[in-house]
Every structure is written in C-alpha cells, then in structure tokens.
C-alpha cells in the first residue's frame, strides 16, 4: 500500500464527507461542515490548519482534523480549542490495511508538531462513532499504541432504543417533577429541517445575551442555522409570556445526537424548570426520529475547587437523565520526551 499524506485544503470537501458517510469511524466531528465551523470558532487562537487525508493512487483511505492553535503562550496540535478527535479510516478496510492508514495518521501528526515546535498532541475518542457505541467491546487505545499517555474520562450516554416508558424511569425523581412543571409553564418550539430567519435570530439573540456580550464570529451562527435547515442539529426553544427565555441544541448525525449547548435568559430563576424540559423534549424528539444514541457530555466527579464544584454540578444534573457512562480515552503525547 503506497500512502501519501495530503493537506485537506488540496482535496474536495465532496471526498472528506463520502469518506465520514460510510467510515464506521466518523461521526458529524469529522466532516467538512463541522471543520469549516471548526475554523472560525477558533479565531485568533488558530495559528495554521494542518488537517490532512491519506490517499492511496488519488483515492481516500483517511482523514484527520487537527490545528495549531496557542494556549497558554504554547503551540498545541489540537482542534476546535480542544482535542483531535481520532483518525478516521476508509469502510471496509481490513485490518492490515486499517494499521497501515493509522501509522500514516499518527506519524504525520508527529512530524506536523515537530515541523512547528508544538509542546504538545492532543487526542480524544469519539464515543458517538458506531465504531465505538456499536462495538460489542471497547476499541483498542490506538494513541496508546503509538505512543500516547492515555487516560479515561467518563462521558454520559442514553441509549434511545428502549422503550418510552424506560427511558421515563430512568430520570431522577427531582428531574420528573420540573420536567411536569416546565409543561405548565412554558410553550415550547422546536426546529430541525427548517427555521426561518427571524425565528433563528431569537436564538442568537439569547445566545449573545446569556454569554454577556462575548464576542463571536457570526459566521459560526450561519453555520449552525445551516445545520438545522439540513438536518444535521437540533433546535428547542422554550417561552414564557410570549417571551424566549431558553434554547438547546443538538447536534445529529448517523443515528447519534449530542447534547451540544444550551442558553437561557439572565433573568430566569436559577430553580427554572426550562432547561429540564427542553433537554427531555429534545431526548424525545430524537427518540421518534430514530435516534439510537445521545451523549450528554463528560462527567467531573470532584470538587475540590470551585471550578470542579461547577463541573461536577452540571455533570450530577446531566445523570439526572439517566443513562450511563461511557469511557471517552484523553490522550496526550508530549514532544519533550522525544527531544
């Protein structure tokens, strides 16, 4: 097998998602549609795109997203101010040839850092892959194997295969009772498909207001529309006396969603049932969509500073849901030690 590393800028945006469509290993994290929002998002902090494919004869077997971006004061080979979500390998592969894309993988990432002095790799899993949640066991640590420090960080999965009445008894009681409140209280919009302007401008607008003003390239809000209008997010929307006091968003892509943001008014009460109900409505909406599989997001279980306090708040809220935790693999390779 005669592979070649490729900048993704030189190849077709149409090869990158054929090749996520039918990849096993892809989920929305790797297509060109989150790469591009990917870009933006990152602003000042985005010091190169150093994203590549690996072709064989002009034909795709592999791709991996990845930035130079400045945290710190240091170069990272990262991505989205986080981390590189694992490589993704052409369907159908066997195994010889699947080790044979993943060595080229990881030994451009290697040269990349090296050829841009970057102190450290950062790699993540991407539970939401079929590849991952379809697995009957779970996957062998490939960063691990090429070097990598790994360690495990939990992250919450519901399971939207069983039965309505399942999913019911798997909430907290706490969780049930401002679910049933929120239903008096709020009326509720939701949008996936469609949204017309006006409609996603009362989103921005919250978004921007609940953030306090911080500042956002409004080309990642054109994508996010875009990704509503095309099926691939989302959008619930709560309102209280005609006004919009909450949203939430879900990302969605091959049978999997994830639980991506959510915002509400400054001036909601903090014991608000709002964001209880918009997260169990959007469970619900993506369970009648034929949705298998929803993570909710990492789990922080100290709290020993006020930051991890706030962390594992929002973590004890988000199990209130019920689901179980899945192991995401960090992975993290320090180019000092190979000085």
């Known amino acids: 097998m005669m592979l070649e590393c490729v900048d993704l800028e030189r190849c077709s945006s149409d090869d990158l998602d054929r090749l996520c469509d039918h990849s096993e290993d892809a989920w929305f994290w790797h297509t060109s549609a989150w790469h591009g929002y990917a ?3 990152t602003g000042a ?3 190169a795109d150093v994203s590549f ?4 004869d002009k034909v795709p077997q592999g791709a991996c997203a990845c930035f130079v971006e400045s945290r710190d004061g240091k170069s990272v080979l990262g991505f989205n101010r986080e981390r590189i979500y694992w490589p993704v390998v052409r369907a159908g592969a066997s195994q010889g040839q699947r080790n044979g894309i993943l060595d080229a993988v990881f030994s451009r990432l290697q040269r990349i850092a090296r050829e841009n002095s970057v102190a450290r790799v950062e790699l993540t899993s991407t539970p939401l892959a079929a590849a991952f949640y379809g697995a009957p066991q779970r996957p062998a640590d490939l960063p691990g194997l090429h070097g990598f420090r790994t360690t495990v960080l939990d992250t919450q999965v519901i399971d939207l295969r069983q039965p309505p009445e399942q999913l019911w008894r798997g909430v907290r009681k706490g969780h049930k009772a401002a679910i049933k409140a929120g239903r008096r209280e709020y009326d509720l919009s939701l949008w996936r498909g469609r949204i017309d ?6 989103y921005v607008d919250l978004h921007g207001l609940a953030a306090g003003g911080a500042p956002r390239a409004p080309e990642t809000y054109d994508y996010m529309r875009d990704w509503i209008r095309a099926g691939s997010a989302l959008l619930l ?3 209280h006396a005609e006004r919009w006091v909450a949203f939430v968003v879900f ?3 091959k049978r999997a969603a994830y639980y991506a943001s959510a915002c509400r008014h400054p001036e909601l009460p903090g014991n608000s ?3 209880h109900l ?3 409505e959007g469970l619900e909406a993506l369970r009648s969509a034929g949705i298998q599989m929803v993570e909710l997001g990492p789990q922080h279980y100290g709290a020993d500073t006020a930051e991890a306090k706030k962390l594992a708040a929002i973590s004890h809220y988000k199990r209130g849901f019920g689901g179980v935790a899945m192991p995401r693999y960090l992975s993290d390779l320090d180019l000092a030690d190979f000085a």
Do not use: I, Q
């Open 273 to 275: 049932a709002a964001g």
């Open 251 to 253: 990302l969605v892509a």
């Open 53 to 56: 494919m690996v072709l064989e």
């Open 278 to 280: 918009l997260l169990w």
């Open 197 to 202: 302007d006006s409609e996603f401008r009362a």
């Open 45 to 47: 902090a985005l010091k």
């Open 39 to 41: 870009r933006r998002y």
């Open 237 to 239: 929307g709560a309102r």
